[in-house]
């Protein structure tokens, strides 16, 4: 089977791509006459700044040599990592501006391999409030074969800052929509002119604020991504704000409702007494389905004397009000995901000393559009606040629509993975929002061949190898796969890594299904158990 013209290695083709044997360029040239010919609309690296688009303009082109990229410094501080870089293959770097409304000021970038592209288009995606480019992510799809785009999502700063949406609308719903799209959109134009046709099959796989970059695309423009791995849910951003900022509103009733380090490794232990083997038959450090774990802390309540080896009243109330969703005072609505058994000993990122930088910003730039706004002076009221954060024009910044029967229908795939133990955004979300999906759907069973949610017992926030306890697994591979078969995976085996160090491997059942021992054999082999419903 002969291959498409821009699968022919581009570097022969492209002034300025270095000297070119005479001999080996006749052959090639011949050889290519056999199997296909150059599209007439193929256009050359350099020609690339006169494609039209929409809103936007090419502002830069360039053939990239092997190992030549440096990543420029950005508005954030941040320029890459310079290993990341020094072993890229040869790339047609294209810069854009992008203008989709008067206060808009976009920047994107789009890489296309010269040669060894693998005919399809993989985004890299932004943390937190975006506010840079990825390299990084752009250079690791790259190496793939991947042609591949990023965006500062509409403005530079810090990923943490979001001061750039004070007085500025337009910019939010760039950061909540439109930028991604916009560099969608752009990239496809610029893949279809320099192949001389588009992308096979588009994909996102990201994590955390990237989540929600791919969650905004697949519920608002259906057409753009074939294939969405999402880790790290996101989707609700407005109200994890407020979930984050109620944990540490439990530690921080009082003086003595904080909860110090080793009160967390006390609950933490408490609550593996109690559920470790009543989920999967199985004691292995891990609650398999922690919401039917029924701990509760009062039994680590201290008698007449206080001591370390059990907590006072206050805490037994911060941590009950930590396992208890966020609620409206006044109307008793769950708002938003509790933390669950089994993420205790991260608590104190969001309950310890200060609160969550993230959420802080988010009210004081957004919420309440005020510089001078200080956590300490005017703690939110997560009934009037919660309101203000709802407002459309403050919701831009969410992608919680669960229709998507328009993705579904045109055969799209969205993989969803979850760590239970995640404490920095509740992973309760990522549940919410499948069984909404499905609910919306009209269709169950044709939704559940589109959407897949696999919860890990035991990890944190985003699959990796770092941390005390985490596990990774090969989650774009398997989106990948899933993609280009159409069989949907019922399981995936997952990796554990405890401080850094590969300590097994893990079954993990596509939801609402858990893994079950099977009574015998090592309880790090996955072959050990099967998947169930939870009784």
Known sequence: MTKPARYINRSVLHAGAGAVN?????AILVYASFICVVPATAATCQSLPSVSLPNAKVTLAQ??????????????????????????????????????????????????????WNGNFRAAGNGNWGGAINFDGMAAILRTGFATASTDTG???????????????????????????????DAKAIIAAFYGGAPVASYLAECGGGSREALSE?????ADYDAAGVYGFDGYKTLMHFGQLWVYRAT?????????????????????DKCDAATDGVKDGLVEDPPRCKFDPQVLLCGSAVGPNCLTAAQV????????????????????????PGSELAWDGLGGQRPFPNAVE???????????????????????????????????????????????????????????????????????????????????????????????????????????????????????????????????????YQNGKEAGKRLVCAYPQVAVYKGSGAVEDPQNFTCRLPK
């Open 362 to 496: 988010f009210l004081r730039w957004v919420v309440f559009a005020d510089p001078q706004w200080q956590y300490k002076d005017r703690p939110p009221d997560f009934d009037r606040d919660l309101a203000l954060a709802r407002q459309p024009e403050k919701a831009v910044i969410n992608a919680d629509d669960s229709n998507l029967k328009q993705f579904v229908g045109r055969g799209g795939k969205l993989l969803m993975i979850e760590g239970w133990a995640d404490a920095t955004i509740a992973p309760g979300g990522a549940v919410r929002y499948y069984d909404e999906v499905l609910t919306h759907s009209g269709n169950v069973k044709a939704a559940r061949n589109s959407v897949r949610l696999f919860m890990v017992p035991g990890m944190g926030h985003c699959p990796g190898t770092n941390g005390r306890e985490n596990f990774d697994t090969d989650t774009f591979g398997i989106l990948k796969q899933w993609r280009e078969t159409g069989k949907a995976p019922d399981h995936l085996i997952a990796t554990r």
């Open 252 to 272: 921080h009733l009082d003086e003595a409702s904080f909860l110090p380090p080793e009160a967390l490794q006390l609950i933490h232990q408490a609550m593996l």
């Open 317 to 340: 109330k911060a941590a009950k009000m930590i396992y208890a969703p966020v609620t409206n005072p006044r109307t008793n609505e769950q708002v938003f995901s509790s933390l669950y």
């Open 155 to 185: 403005h530079e700063a810090a990923p943490t800052s979001v001061e750039f949406a004070l007085g500025h609308p337009e910019k939010l719903k760039d950061f909540g929509y439109r930028a991604f799209h916009e560099m969608t959109a």
């Open 22 to 26: 005479t001999k080996m360029l006749v």
């Open 63 to 116: 053939i990239v040599a092997s190992g030549g990229f440096t990543p420029p410094a950005q508005a954030n501080g941040g320029v890459g990592h310079a290993n990341l870089f020094e072993d890229l293959p040869e790339f047609c770097r294209v810069a854009i501006a992008a203008k989709p409304s008067d206060d808009s000021d976009i920047r994107i970038e789009v890489w296309l391999p010269i040669s060894g």
């Open 218 to 222: 697949i519920q608002r423009y259906p």
